[in-house]
């Protein structure tokens, strides 16, 4: 289906910050366009977008899709309680489908509040693709792998993360290599993934430097930083997306921004887990590329970008003690365009652009949050909920109009969480 | 009209924390019953809370609701352009009754997501109170007050806020003296308002402590802090509200312990504006009453209390790296029946118990961000954003069902605002 978006206020990327502008956009084989390319007006179907913003759908660069069978589960307790008592004893007996059914209610609530495409890392073979593929969203998923050596105690995960490939690769969905640590992968395994993404030309994922435990153990253990560590196994480079990044010592910036990776940071997860604050105005003074991701909702306990936005600006304001620190243009710039950048899309995702994919999400600015409309852009870090989206359309087509999905059923979703949750929780 | 609310999952204070549990509740007269009192059942319209968590209304317990006409509006500036280029200027030519359509855009939102009562100060004379009035809401309002003398230069402002109660206090809508702040008010108008608040019986609130500026500024014209400065005037005793109270230095903690007072705190505001954190888990150490509140539109943006309590625990659990500092059952306490007893309804507003005013929420447990229901009160400090709120009900009243307002024609809001931002703005 074609589609004319009609009437309005469209996000663009101006030449110093966001602006918006009243223009129709035409939606053609699953990309954006700003004019008709050639077809008559009557091969596209109109959307009414009247006192709607709309904009390049977000991008949740960090998370953990069937973790949501988990939400609220887990909190108000020690970090080891978190784990090792609540959340790993449903990860060991969890079957697939269970992992399914979590990943898809994720999806309903990334739809639900304005997120089109996820960076997932998982431990349940195919069944975050199978939820991203069947809700519409976009994805980039990796098999969490660990061991000290690729080929040897890491070989079984890494086999199910290509066979993964192998099987659900396609336009919306990409994969990536995902070593879920340096204190779970050894320096070798690291190597070895560091050559075979380059081979195959994947992306690299991997949790960094979250905890001062980590980095105390990896001076210890190794000498050096869990980034320096990274650095010297090849590890970092322009394809390479850091989670968390929330205790950097010495040179650990410079060495990120040298290799041209990309951090992503989890402002709520840190502070829920009791980690702090990651250094965001260093990360930006150093012209890294920093994006946003909500982590699994164990330590959120949402997937909701709009609050994860709020969230991170508030906080380094605070930190800074500078109202100017982190302004909203910047935040949604790294749930937007950044991540697709990161992503070796320039231009193509998280922007609204000639050419670009359609991932597009509509805000209601008649919404109490909205109103009266001073600034799209200040609303979308500092008043929006998430709420405010009620269509979302990824890759040309609607996942969600007027607040209905178009592609979950979300009661036999519900159904079966439900079912999932007594059993296993 | 009496109902009877059935089949809802009910929030309940139990003997060490809050808890739910599967039960009917009456509402007869404006209050809270546990049974029918005597009455056959068919004089209760039932209502139907099957798959919704019914809690006591959230409480703002500091905003400046005439604001919200300036949302969005002022953002990602420094404080001297913040205050005297941008919201000052508006304050100085806006009419009353673009207050009034602010106020009540304000009752909107905070109706939408999940508030039933309010603590403003403002400063264009009746109008909170009407659109708290026409809302349905619950509020105590005062009129901000400034000057050195409250019979003196103050006195006009003071006779508008007697001229106001005597206008429109009633059951749902009560006052409070409301000097501005110990850098706008001297110490001899605080005194005088202390006497005039005693005499009255009425509850006080104020500005305190919010700024590094305001804080160095006393000890250098008064050569102590603004709470000492407020404890030698007399200020500062069980009936008192203190909102902000970020930058607490010397014995300020302990002196407000003494006193008796109510620290509100208001941390998106105080994050936004640069001023930093409140130190929540010294106020709760001492035993301090702690509330929550919003502020104004122009610092946080939203008057959404479910924002505020998710961005309350996440702060102090990164302040002090730990997960299990202000967990949620202390933060939605915060929200709702600390408030209830600073506003000296300890056991009646705030809480569902027998005779309590019937202030209630009704939360969709179905929402993608609520599902599954693994710990409906980590839910609400972690997971929901405000939109689960689908029914209000105020004073035995709905003001909202099924998510339409009962009291509020949006659609006239809207216009009138608009016509009001079009003008002023």
């Known amino acids: 289906m ?45 959307v009414d977008a009247a006192r709607h913003l709309v904009m390049p759908g977000l991008i949740n660069m960090h998370t953990h899709a069937y973790m949501t069978l988990m939400r609220n589960y887990a909190d108000d307790v020690g970090f080891d309680e978190w784990l090792f008592k609540r959340v790993m004893p449903v990860e060991d007996t969890l079957p697939l489908e269970g992992a399914y059914w979590g990943s898809l209610l994720a999806c309903m609530e990334m739809i639900r509040t304005g997120t089109t495409t996820f960076m997932d890392m998982h431990m349940f073979r195919g069944q975050s693709c199978r939820a991203a593929l069947e809700s519409g969203m976009r994805a980039w998923i990796g098999r969490g792998l660990v061991g ?88 970092l480079d322009e394809k390479t997306i850091l989670a968390h990044c929330v205790k950097m010592r ?20 840190n502070a829920k887990l009791g980690n702090g604050f990651a250094p965001l105005q260093d990360f930006l003074d150093a012209g890294i590329q920093v994006c946003l991701g909500t982590d699994g909702t164990c330590s959120n306990n949402t997937l909701n970008m709009f609050r994860e936005m709020g969230l991170v600006s508030l906080i380094h304001k605070a930190i800074h003690r500078n109202p100017v620190t982190a ?29 670009a994919l359609a991932d597009l999400i509509f805000l209601d600015l008649d919404a109490p949050s909205m109103f009266p409309v001073n600034n799209p852009v200040s609303a979308l870090c500092y008043s929006a909920c998430g709420s405010e989206v009620d269509s979302v359309m990824i890759d040309g087509s609607f996942v969600m109009r007027k607040g209905e999905y178009t592609s979950i059923d979300a009661e036999r979703v519900r159904y079966e969480v439900q079912k999932v949750a007594d059993q296993y929780l």
Request: charged content about 25%.
């Open 148 to 235: 000290a050596d690729l080929y040897g105690d890491g070989l079984s995960r890494f086999r199910q993360g290509l066979e993964e490939q192998a099987e659900y690769e396609c336009g919306r969905i990409r994969f990536t290599l995902a070593p879920h640590a340096i204190y779970s992968c050894g320096p070798k395994l690291l190597e070895q993934v560091a050559r075979e993404a380059a081979d195959r030309g994947m992306r690299k994922q991997i949790h960094l430097s979250e905890s001062d435990n980590e980095v105390d153990d990896a001076l210890r253990k190794y000498g050096k930083t869990p980034v320096a560590l990274l650095r010297d196994t090849g590890f």
């Open 327 to 355: 302004p909203a243009d910047t935040v949604v710039r790294m749930a937007t365009a950044n991540a697709g950048r990161a992503l070796g899309l320039a231009g193509e995702l998280g922007v609204i652009a000639e050419g």
């Open 250 to 269: 010495g040179d650990d910036i410079s060495i990120i921004k040298e290799a041209g990776s990309t951090v992503v940071t989890n402002p709520a997860s």
């Open 2 to 46: 074609n589609y004319k978006i009609s009437n309005g206020k469209i996000l663009l990327t101006g030449p110093d910050r966001l602006e918006t502008a009243e223009r129709d956009l035409y939606i053609l084989d699953g990309r954006i366009s700003f004019g008709p390319a050639g077809l008559p007006e009557e091969s596209f179907e109109v």
